[in-house]
């Protein structure tokens, strides 16, 4: 019997603050084509644009 590896589940966190979605909520969302997550904590700060 082959043993199915399962698909490696990629844990979301925050690409800002690390966080991880069992921690605060999680959005997803887009940055040059590529998919992120962010949490509710640091999403005003990329909406104000934190640069
Ligand atoms: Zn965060």
Known sequence: MT???Q??????ACTVC???????ILLSGE???KQV???VRCLPILIHGGH
């Open 18 to 24: 690390s966080i991880k979605s069992d921690e605060r």
């Open 7 to 12: 698909p490696e589940n990629e844990e979301k």
């Open 31 to 33: 940055d040059k084509g």
């Open 3 to 5: 043993e199915t590896a």
């Open 37 to 39: 997550w962010v949490c």
